[in-house]
């Protein structure tokens, strides 16, 4: 049976520390609440205070309940304050040897059978508990920022800790309405392992100019439906903090993705740690405050994209599920569109799918009938190439096979008028290799669409080294006419959204593979600990594992970066057709 607990002790009362003794308050537990002098205490007193102020206005909490809860705390400056707590947790700043000797402090002082944990969030637990004379009483118990609104906790043993202090401790975060997964003692742990590389990779990307930080963000948000971009949650962790978790991360495991990208050091150097400093990657309006404000790096939001070229009829070459719904949103935007599939059957179909899907939305109250029927009008199906001669922009959404895009945009080529834009919506191949099979390289760039292209908000616009500026502006111009939100960026692998997207997915299979975690708890600990809408390996199946694995090996490809190499995991259910949910088995399977 577990044991109860009934005093509890906090040492340290930064935003972190505070949230966690507002947990065990809220909970009816006895609170000692220990920082290092008066003004600090007062300090974490005043977030403690705001806290619950905000969750009474909220309606969250009643009077009662925030007075009882305020109650439940007292403070002090002594960690001696603790002698008769159950379980102390700490959450002093990231600096091991701080917290080792906080550790030793508490090992005199505290109970023998007295827990003792650590909120770290990146640093051994091993080594901070052989700093005791009761290494298998202490465990790690990760909270995550904010700790009143965040439901996981990462529970963490060492080689040593005690299986009853584990089980003690899962079933307290359970009674606190948590959600626990207990792992073992490795730098990141899950969720921090997993974020922490992409929040490096997409540092990398804006300091190397690929794109810009907006644009970087709203990718990820739109297109993965992420809550924050990386750069966003950056500035909101901290500069100086991210730096700290990825260096640990990297002198623990030696991973290159985990090596702090230079701009990190820079910015913490000319002191733009991000929010808490009033500067970051953003500006915002005040230090602490989250309103970003315009710097210099912000753009127009009124910019009109200069010369861009008439477009009021499309084409689009392909009759998959991306095509159909790439054909639905031109039309409904008002372009005439003709689209080429191989079949009268092909042609039938597709026509048929756009139609299902305006009705769904006639019937949702989302398009009126006369809007429907306009929409239908402008749609025009064949079977010939020959017949996208008059277009002035042309999409191809074919096979993500390069040597048919490349004969498609050679037949393209010859068949369409000068001047005509030439756009993939390739995922993942050089759009580069695509404009060369065509005698007008200047023409072409890359229009990539997210599934389903009716509903998804994002396209990514790729412009190649021989792309004209003008083309690139008539792209941005229709997009926007589309009602998308268009990302710029060069003609590199994976793009903005699978560049980042795809490294993460290959680091959740790499930790599952190491039998470090399983596949419940590393999707429990990105969807509660960091927001995402699916785990990763959720989404894997959703994608498909062969698709994803063509991904992966494009980026390693390109990038020759040894991280990237596709798990041995992936390529073996690819190899055993356990491709996902599309075959019923992939990392889970499906009735």
């Known amino acids: 049976m577990a044991r109860e607990f009934q005093q509890v002790g906090v040492v340290g009362l ?16 006895s609170v000692v609440a220990v920082e290092a002098d008066e003004r600090a205490v007062e300090r974490g007193r005043g977030h403690l205070e705001n806290s619950a102020g905000r969750a009474l206005a909220r309606g969250k909490l009643t009077q009662p309940e925030h007075d009882a809860l305020l109650a439940q705390v007292t403070y002090a400056t ?13 959450a002093v700043p990231e600096h091991l040897e701080l917290k080792r000797a906080i550790f030793t402090q508490l090992d005199k002082i ?23 004379g009761r290494p298998g009483k202490v465990v790690g118990m990760h909270f995550f920022n904010p ?7 990462e529970v963490i043993r060492s080689v040593v800790t005690e299986q009853d202090v584990v089980d003690d401790v899962e079933a307290f975060a359970q ?10 003692d490795r730098a990141g742990f899950i969720a921090n392992a997993l974020l922490f590389g992409y929040l490096n990779h997409a540092a990398s990307m ?7 930080r907006e644009d970087i963000d709203a990718a990820m948000k739109l297109g993965c439906g992420l809550p924050m971009g990386p750069l966003a949650l950056l500035d909101l962790i901290g500069l100086d903090t991210a730096y700290e978790i990825l260096d640990t991360m990297y002198k623990q495991g030696r991973d290159r993705l985990h090596a702090p990208t230079p701009i990190f050091k820079q910015m913490i150097t000319a002191g733009l740690l991000g929010r808490k400093s009033g500067r970051g990657f953003y500006s915002y309006d005040a230090a602490g405050s989250p309103n970003v404000v315009a710097d210099a790096q912000t753009p127009s939001p009124d910019a009109v994209p200069a010369g861009a ?12 599920t991306m095509a159909t719904g790439i054909i639905e949103v031109f039309a409904k935007a008002g372009y005439q569109v003709t689209f080429v599939a191989r079949s009268e059957d092909k042609c039938a179909s597709v026509l048929k799918s756009v139609t299902r899907s305006l009705e769904k939305a006639v019937q949702r109250g989302k398009l009126a009938e006369a809007d429907r029927d306009a929409t239908l009008s402008r749609i025009t199906a064949t079977s010939r190439l020959d017949d996208l001669a008059p277009m002035q922009l042309v999409v191809e959404a074919v096979v993500e096979d390069l040597t048919v895009k490349q004969a498609l945009f050679s037949n393209l080529d010859e068949i369409c008028a000068p001047g005509t834009v030439l756009a993939t919506t390739t995922s993942s191949l050089p759009v580069i290799e695509c404009a060369m099979a065509t005698s007008r390289p200047s023409d072409v760039i890359g229009m990539h669409f997210f599934n389903p292209a009716a509903i998804m908000k994002l396209v990514e616009v790729v412009s190649t080294v021989a792309t004209a500026p003008d083309v690139e502006a008539t792209v941005l111009g229709v997009s926007n006419k589309l009602g998308k939100h268009a990302v710029r960026c060069g003609d590199r692998a994976g793009f903005i959204v699978n560049a980042l997207l795809f490294p993460y997915l290959n680091d959740a299979i790499k930790m599952l593979e190491a039998h470090y975690a399983t596949a419940d708890d590393i999707d429990s600990a990105m969807k509660v600990g960091c927001g995402y809408p699916m785990g990763p390996f959720e989404l894997l199946d959703v994608v498909g594992n062969d698709v994803s694995l063509a991904i992966e090996r494009e980026l390693y490809l390109e990038f020759r970066e040894p991280g990237f190499a596709p798990a041995p995991l992936l390529e073996q259910l690819v190899t055993a057709g356990r491709l996902g949910r599309k075959t019923g088995k992939g990392f889970r399977d499906y009735s």
């Open 14 to 29: 930064g935003t972190m520390g505070a949230g966690i003794a507002e947990v065990f308050a809220r909970n009816g537990l």
């Open 78 to 90: 002594d960690l001696n304050a603790l002698a008769d707590v159950d379980l102390v947790v700490e």
């Open 110 to 132: 505290c109970k023998p059978d007295a827990i003792l944990a650590t909120n770290t969030s990146s640093l051994s637990v091993t080594e901070i508990a052989v700093a005791t």
């Open 147 to 153: 700790a009143p609104v965040m439901k996981l906790v």
């Open 175 to 184: 009674k606190l309405g948590k959600v626990d997964v207990t792992i073992g």
């Open 206 to 212: 804006y300091e190397s100019r690929y794109a810009s």
């Open 309 to 320: 070229r008439e477009v009021t009829k499309v084409g689009i070459v392909g009759s998959g």
